[in-house]
């Protein structure tokens, strides 16, 4: 029995020495992460868009403003020359190089009282990625006026109207 205690010793002790062997092989480094970060985007508005002043009619109709600032009608709207006709403008701020996306939801000009036109298919002439540091482009959009549209000053900041929204993201 003694010799027996010695054996399972000596196959326990081995073992254990066999352990700490394959321990003593073990290795570990540290990793390493990298981060850029760019400078955040920022949008403002610089010129408020005007369709300038418009006549309707019996039946609905629209008004196309370009990003020029140039208008066209369509249906029962007429635009009235020698108004104030201008683009929205827009100046977005963001890491030079860096490619953007530009989105829009659709606003309504209200009278302040209870007629509404909303505004809606926007359109811009902005180049997609900033050129530089900063970049300023123009927007257009469809006003659509409703048939027998009560005559009056509409806009988005009355009481009954609400603006639109241009929103920019990098890609």
């Known amino acids: 029995m003694n ?9 326990i002790l081995g073992l254990l020495t066999g352990l700490s062997v394959s321990l003593a092989h073990a290795d570990t480094t540290d990793g390493t992460a990298v981060a850029t970060v760019i400078a955040p985007l ?9 369709f300038g002043t418009i006549s309707g009619g019996p039946a609905s109709g629209t008004v196309l403003l370009d990003t020029a600032g140039s208008t066209d009608s369509d249906g029962d709207a007429e635009t009235i ?5 201008a683009a929205g403008d827009f100046t ?3 890491e030079s190089g860096q490619a953007y996306s530009l989105t829009y939801t ?3 000009l209200g009278d302040g009282g209870t007629e509404t ?13 900033l050129p530089a540091a900063t970049e ?8 659509n006026l409703g048939a027998d549209q009560v005559a009056g000053n509409y806009s988005t ?3 009954n109207g609400s603006p639109y929204t241009v929103t920019v993201n990098y890609n």
């Open 3 to 11: 010799t027996t205690n010695k054996l399972l010793k000596s196959i």
């Open 42 to 50: 920022s949008i403002s508005e610089n010129i408020g868009m005007d």
């Open 81 to 85: 020359s020698g108004g104030s006709e």
């Open 92 to 94: 977005i701020s963001g």
């Open 106 to 108: 659709s606003g309504t």
């Open 117 to 129: 036109m909303s505004v809606d298919t926007f359109t811009d002439n902005s180049v997609g990625v």
């Open 136 to 143: 300023t482009f123009q927007v257009g959009a469809t006003l």
């Open 157 to 159: 900041s009355a009481g």
